[in-house]
């Protein structure tokens, strides 16, 4: 657990930097970019990010007031809101994807040979989502 705190420090510095995000911020902007139409309703991403709620809540007004994001109420059901991902959180994700992946893999490419890597992948590809 402290190597994955560890790891998450030093990617979260270099994602803050080059593109003013945090990985969880990375990480909900990837969420809606996989989803149909860019959107997903706000309790499925706290899910998808392991937030609660109040959690997601404050996520979504800072990449709100960004204008990475925007609110989407239902049209069935006004209880429901979705957040969508704008084309200015399309385009930051795509920048810092760039980067990030790159830190990633260094980040582990520093540490492990690539033997220790495809062990790595493997016996992490056993856990659950």
Do not use: N, W
């Amino acid at each position: 657990m402290r190597g994955q705190a560890a790891a998450r420090r030093t990617l979260e510095a270099g994602l803050q930097a080059a593109h003013g995000l945090t990985v969880v911020g990375y990480e909900a902007l990837l969420l809606l970019s996989e989803a149909p139409e860019r959107a997903l309703r706000r309790i499925d991403l706290a899910r998808g990010l392991g937030l609660t709620a109040s959690g997601v809540t404050r996520l979504l007004d800072g990449l709100e007031r960004a204008g990475l994001v925007e609110k989407r109420t239902c049209s069935e059901d006004a209880r429901v809101t979705y957040a969508v991902l704008t084309d200015a959180g399309a385009e930051r994700l795509e920048r810092a994807s760039c980067s990030h992946v790159g830190s990633v893999r260094a980040l582990f490419e520093e540490r492990y040979t690539d033997e220790e890597l495809e062990t790595l992948a493997e016996l992490l590809g056993r856990l659950p989502e």
